[in-house]
C-alpha cells in the first residue's frame, strides 16, 4: 500500500543521494524547485554537513563506529541486510518509507499492527530525530537555495510525525550513552576532538566554519582535515579562538531550542550540549 506519507519521504530520501537525471521531476513536485545541481550537492554534503548519523551521534564525529554499528543492528532486527552505508540520510528515510507502508498494511491486524507501529516510532526516534536536528540546522545554514529548501522540507515532515508518534518516555540510546566534553584545557588534544564530535559539543563545525573563524579573526587558515586546521587556529591565539567558539555555541543552542516544541527531549539535549560548551570554552582557555 501507498501512501502520501511514504511517497513524501521516499522523494526526499532520493534527494540526499547525489543528483541524477530524474530528480528534477521529483523536486518540482515537491516544489522545491530545481534541477539540483552536483556541485551544490558536493558543497553541502560531501565537504559540509556530512549525511550520515554517526557522524552526529558517534563519540569520535567521524563516519562508522558504534553509532553505525547501532544503526546497522536496527537494520538486522527488522531481518534487513543493512546496505553498505546503512546510516546515510536517504538510506534511513527510504527505509522509513518502508516502515510506513508496512505500518499501514497491518494496520487491524492485532499484535502485527502493534509491531509495526513499535518499530516506526523506534526508527524514528532512535536513528532519525536523534541527530537530523543539527544535521539539517548546518544543511539550512550552509545557503545552497535548492538543499536549503529540502532541509526545511524534511525539517517539516520529521516534526509533523514526532508529533503524531508522541515524545517517548526515554532519550535516544544514542544520546542517552553520550560522553559529555572532557575537563582541561580548550586548546588541549582531548578538548579539540570532542569539540568536532556534535554529540558531546553540540556543535558542528564544518571546514567553511573554521575557515571562517579565520576570516573573521584574522587569522591563517590551513587547510587540511577538521582537526588539524582547529588545531591551527589554536596555536595563533587559544583565547579569541575560544571565545568566537563560545559565540557559536550560543548561537547555535539558539536553533536547538526551536526544536524543542516538537521533539521535547532531544531537542533540548542538542541545546543543553551547546551551552555547556560555551561555558566550558568562556572558561578553560
Known amino acids: 500500500m501507498v501512501t502520501p506519507r511514504a511517497d513524501l519521504f521516499r522523494a526526499l530520501a532520493t534527494l540526499g543521494e547525489p543528483p541524477q537525471a530524474g530528480h528534477a521531476a521529483i523536486a518540482e513536485a515537491l516544489g522545491l524547485g530545481g534541477p539540483p545541481d552536483p556541485e551544490h550537492y558536493a558543497a553541502v ?3 559540509g554537513a556530512f549525511p550520515y548519523a554517526s557522524v552526529y551521534v558517534g563519540a569520535e564525529g567521524m563516519l562508522g563506529g558504534e553509532a553505525r554499528d547501532r544503526v546497522a543492528g536496527f537494520w538486522r532486527a527488522l531481518g534487513l541486510v543493512p546496505p553498505p552505508e546503512p546510516d546515510h ?3 534511513l528515510l527510504g ?3 518502508a516502515m510506513i507502508e508496512r505500518e499501514d498494511h497491518a494496520a487491524g491486524d492485532g499484535d502485527l499492527a502493534e509491531a509495526a507501529v513499535r518499530s516506526t516510532a523506534a526508527l524514528l526516534w532512535e536513528h532519525l530525530l536523534s541527530w537530523t536536528p543539527p544535521f539539517l540546522d548546518k544543511v539550512a545554514e550552509l545557503g545552497r537555495p535548492f538543499y536549503a529548501d529540502w532541509a526545511v522540507l524534511l525539517r517539516q515532515a520529521l516534526e509533523a510525525e514526532a508529533r503524531a508518534t508522541g515524545v517517548p518516555p526515554v532519550l ?4 542517552r550513552t553520550a560522553l559529555g566534553l572532557p575537563d582541561g584545557h580548550a586548546a588541549g588534544e582531548a578538548w579539540m576532538a570532542a569539540i568536532l564530535a556534535p554529540v558531546r559539543s553540540g556543535l ?3 571546514r567553511w566554519d573554521l575557515r ?3 576570516v573573521d579573526l584574522g587569522m591563517g587558515s590551513r587547510v587540511g582535515e577538521r582537526a588539524f586546521m582547529l588545531r591551527s587556529l589554536f596555536e595563533q591565539d587559544p583565547r579569541a579562538v575560544a571565545d568566537w567558539l563560545a559565540g557559536e555555541a550560543r548561537r547555535t543552542a539558539v536553533r536547538h531550542q526551536a526544536w524543542e516544541a516538537a521533539l521535547g527531549p532531544v531537542g533540548a539535549f542538542w541545546r543543553r550540549r551547546a551551552e555547556a ?3 566550558a570554552l ?3 582557555a
Open 277 to 279: 560548551c560555551e561555558l
Open 204 to 206: 558542528v563545525l564544518t
Open 282 to 284: 568562556r572558561t578553560a
Open 172 to 175: 535516544p540510546l544514542h544520546l
Open 95 to 97: 527505509l522509513y518509507a
Open 45 to 47: 554534503f560531501l565537504f
Open 89 to 91: 540520510v536517504a538510506a
Open 212 to 214: 571562517r573563524t579565520a
